[in-house]
């Protein structure tokens, strides 16, 4: 069954970092891109990263800075999302999500499977 399982989410302060860990379970990443989006309460799901079967990465939006960056283990499965210099407007619910493409899209009902989410908190 293929499932995706995000984790590495918490409380970190402004300034801080974390990165955000995808189990890509009955998949193999070498056949999907792979994206990170995030959904803050009252806003609209919104992406942050994808990287292709390529390696092609991509960046959306205020993500678009340099501050995260994507990255995968295909012997692992595992897709990260590496995030620094976070700020209080970074707090958000983060997910993955897969798409057997080798295109990266920024909207989301584009991918077909998904994780549960992990929240990620940026406060003092």
């Known amino acids: 069954q293929l499932q995706l399982v995000e984790s590495g989410g918490g409380l970190v302060q402004p300034g801080g970092s974390l990165r955000l860990s995808c189990a890509a379970i009955?998949?193999?990443?070498?056949?999907?891109?792979i994206a990170w989006f995030r959904q803050a309460p009252g806003k609209e799901r919104e992406g942050v990263s994808c990287?292709?079967?390529?390696?092609?990465?991509?960046s959306y939006g205020d993500s678009d800075d340099g501050r995260f960056t994507i990255s995968t283990n295909n012997a692992k499965n595992m897709v990260y999302l590496q995030m620094n210099s976070l700020k209080p407007g970074d707090t958000a619910i983060y997910y993955c999500?897969?798409?057997?493409?080798?295109?990266?899209?920024?909207?989301?009902?584009?991918?077909?499977?998904w994780g549960r989410g992990t929240q990620v908190t940026v406060s003092s």
């Open positions: 999500a897969a798409r057997s493409d080798d295109v990266c899209y920024v909207v989301p009902s584009i991918y077909t499977y």
């Open positions: 009955g998949l193999d990443l070498d056949d999907y891109a």
């Open positions: 990287i292709a079967r390529s390696g092609t990465v991509i």
